[in-house]
């Protein structure tokens, strides 16, 4: 909870407890909730989840006022009035004690997220635009003759002037929002605060001027979102790199369009059946290969111009892919297929809808595997350690024990009840996604920087953690 959320209650409770007090109430103390809830929404703003402590403190604000106007609105000899000396008074301030406890226990599950703590020397800024690649054909549309239309989102070393805002986590929340909660069969409203969280990112400042920097492309998983992982993006940020992550469109949550168009996910457009099957993935991560692809011959035209934000700041001879689940298929495609990517890591990947020759050619980059001791699957499994055992260069599979398959997002961060929710295993969140950063900027640091902190080569920190290397 936030310091002013804890003030309202506490003071809210304390004017409601004086009630079983054989004590005269200062009248000042009533004023003290709306006090602290005129701070709270001045510098925290608010959110649904404290409506009843709101109601409570303006119950007392009434109160109050009622007091105050049959005293003249005069405050002397105002302490401690008839009215909280009878028993009704005392049963409707139990009652109120009550609400604050719902109060507290709504704000503790379902807090205003925190991500990962970034360590780089480098402030963080992110842009997203919106793109269109009129060489290829849109393949999900029953149209002829739609072009492929995408939206990314960057985060980059950035250089602040002091006039930019600081970056919400999720644009467009009133749509997205309920999209989102659908999807894990919660209430429509139960996203409403998320943009209330501190990311320190901020919003279109100028890229740090020590560049060029290396990029780093990020796929979201099926029914994911571009912003899924902004806790590792954010940190390979503050750490020297260019992160852009692909909303992969129809294949994500949703995509809003700077016009107002709303391309939602729907099974039924992207699979025969309505029903997503490997074979018929392949369909799917071929494309959102060719996403990346056309992502970064467009990041090169940028490079190569005078104008622009990463205008001859990009090192594209140093890129990375990786990916959650559908995306981590889709890193590990993409590798194979283009020499431009130097080393990719795929986070519970599923690597089934892949081509199937990947076993004979297999890439020839540096990988590393992050999953759960399951990782989609018996099949998924086998096929994933059956390609790694095919790599012919370096490649790392990492399990974490206690986990399932959106502990390796910052969906699991919304709320400390996420196990309870469905949306992660038992280990701790917070813990496990700093674990799985600290590795993916290691990573990436010792293949695209020839960086070697040696970390990647100590035992595991952790007995939730199994390292298999080669």
Not at 111 to 131: C, D, E
Not at 405 to 423: A, E, I, K, M, N
């Amino acid at each position: 909870m936030r310091f002013f959320e804890i003030l309202l209650l506490a003071t809210a409770a304390l004017t409601l407890f004086w009630t079983f007090l054989p004590l005269r109430r200062p009248f000042w103390l009533e004023w003290l909730p709306v006090g602290a809830l005129l701070l709270h929404a001045i510098f925290e703003g608010y959110r649904w989840q404290m409506l009843p402590g709101y109601a409570v403190t303006a119950v007392l604000l009434l109160i109050s006022l009622i007091r105050l106007q049959k005293n003249g609105w005069k405050l002397k000899n105002i302490d401690s009035p008839p009215l909280v000396t009878t028993a009704p008074a005392r049963l409707l301030s139990l009652f109120g004690l009550l609400i604050l406890l719902i109060t507290l226990a709504l704000a503790v599950a379902l807090p205003v997220p925190q991500l990962v703590p970034q360590t780089g020397p480098y402030a963080v800024g992110t842009n997203s635009l919106y793109l269109v690649d009129t060489s290829r054909e849109e393949i999900y549309t029953p149209e002829n003759g739609d072009s492929r239309e995408i939206m990314v989102q960057f985060w980059y070393p950035a250089a602040p002037t002091g006039q930019e805002r600081q970056a919400i986590f999720l644009p467009d929340l009133d749509v997205a929002g309920p999209v989102i909660a659908e999807q894990f069969n919660l209430p429509s409203f139960m996203l409403d605060h998320i943009n209330l969280a501190q990311l320190d990112i901020w919003q279109d400042p100028p890229l740090a001027a020590d560049g060029p920097f290396p990029v780093i492309i990020f796929a979201h998983g099926l029914t994911g979102l571009r912003q899924q992982n902004t806790s590792m993006a954010r940190e390979l940020a503050s750490h020297g790199y260019v992160v852009a992550a692909i909303d992969h469109t129809y294949g994500n949550a949703l995509s809003v369009f700077p016009d107002g168009r709303v391309m939602f996910y729907d099974s039924c457009r992207l699979f025969s059946n309505c029903e997503a099957t490997y074979i018929e993935a392949r369909q799917l991560v071929q494309q959102w290969r060719d996403d990346i692809a056309f992502l970064l011959d467009t990041m090169s035209a940028w490079d190569e111009t005078t104008s622009g934000i990463f205008a001859g700041q990009l090192d594209l001879t140093r890129v990375g892919v990786f990916g959650h689940s559908t995306g981590g298929g889709a890193a590990v495609q993409f590798c194979d297929q283009d020499a431009r990517c130097k080393a990719g890591l795929g986070l519970d990947a599923w690597v089934l809808p892949t081509s199937p020759d990947l076993l004979q050619n297999p890439p020839t980059q540096p990988f590393m595997f992050i999953s759960t001791p399951q990782w989609l699957g018996k099949e998924n499994q086998e096929y994933g350690r059956s390609l790694l055992a095919a790599l012919p260069n370096d490649h790392y599979e990492l399990t974490l024990a206690n986990t399932k398959h959106y502990d390796f997002t910052d969906l699991v961060l919304l709320s400390p009840l996420s196990q309870q929710l469905g949306l992660s295993g038992s280990i701790d969140s917070m813990f496990s996604l700093e674990l799985q950063t600290h590795y993916v900027l290691a990573f990436f640091d010792k293949y695209l920087r020839m960086e070697d902190s040696g970390f990647l080569s100590e035992p595991s920190p952790s007995p939730e953690l199994t390292i298999k290397q080669r």
